[in-house]
């Protein structure tokens, strides 16, 4: 079935560095999302893709959707204490829908 | 203000007991959806219902029961059943299922089985 895989699990950043995360599906996706749960939170969403290399920024967060459209990551700038929280990729294929299983995010000042 | 509310926060239970928690949407989103959260783990897709006096499981339906009698109310019960149900539960919302556009989450719901 399908799977949508998310790495890395965990991501230990020093404040002001940059990292990415990636998320992989076994399928072919029609679209992707990504969410941002703060600790004790509830997911909030940040931004959908829909086309094949899509690219799309918000303020120090840039989304890519894979041409094959079976991958996406989402990349920080300068990463703030702000930015802790566990990040989740959402996939649709074609109605079948799944979370990854999150990148956790912990920044050190 | 639209959203989602869930309740209660928090609850406890006792072993061989059903729990039913309450989720309502204003938004006035065909799509509600069921979500289970383990610590330090993903979002896993209990039940999702389309529309009114329909509903499908997902991937952890087993002790689990939905109903979708209104629009705006998509409660979820915790059956004796359910072998593991300590988790943060999650009750989402979309337009539609099939290219959803954005979920809106409600703040969730805490159960601990005693």
């Known amino acids: 079935g399908q799977q949508v895989m998310q790495i890395p699990q965990y991501q230990h950043v020093q404040e002001g560095e940059d990292f990415t995360t990636y998320c992989n599906s076994s399928?072919?996706?029609?679209?992707i999302q990504w969410y941002k749960q703060r600790p004790g939170g509830h997911p909030v969403f940040l931004i959908q893709?829909?086309?094949?290399?899509e690219v799309k920024k918000q303020k120090r967060l840039t989304f890519q959707f894979g041409e094959a459209k079976k991958n996406s990551s989402l990349h920080i700038t300068a990463t703030q204490t702000t930015d802790v929280g566990t990040y989740f990729c959402?996939?649709?294929?074609?109605?079948?829908?799944?979370f990854g299983a999150g990148t956790q995010v912990v920044v050190t000042p | 203000d639209g959203g989602i509310t869930q309740s209660p926060k928090y609850l406890f239970r006792k072993e061989g007991q059903n729990v039913t928690l309450s989720c309502e949407q204003n938004?006035?989103?065909?799509?509600m959806y069921w979500y289970r959260q383990d610590p330090g783990q993903g979002l896993r897709l209990i039940y999702y219902?389309?529309?009114?006096?329909?509903?499908q499981k997902g991937d952890i339906a087993e002790g689990y029961s939905v109903s979708r009698e209104k629009k705006e109310s998509f409660p979820l019960t915790v059956t004796s059943a359910q072998k593991n149900p300590t988790a943060f539960y999650l009750c989402?919302?979309?337009?539609?299922?099939?290219?959803?556009?954005?979920?809106?989450f409600g703040e969730g719901s805490r159960l601990t089985v005693l």
């Open positions: 959402w996939g649709d294929s074609w109605g079948k829908l799944q």
């Open positions: 938004l006035n989103h065909d799509a």
């Open positions: 989402a919302s979309s337009i539609v299922v099939r290219a959803p556009g954005e979920l809106f």
């Open positions: 893709l829909v086309k094949s290399g």
């Open positions: 399928t072919t996706l029609s679209n």
């Open positions: 219902s389309q529309i009114v006096n329909d509903f």
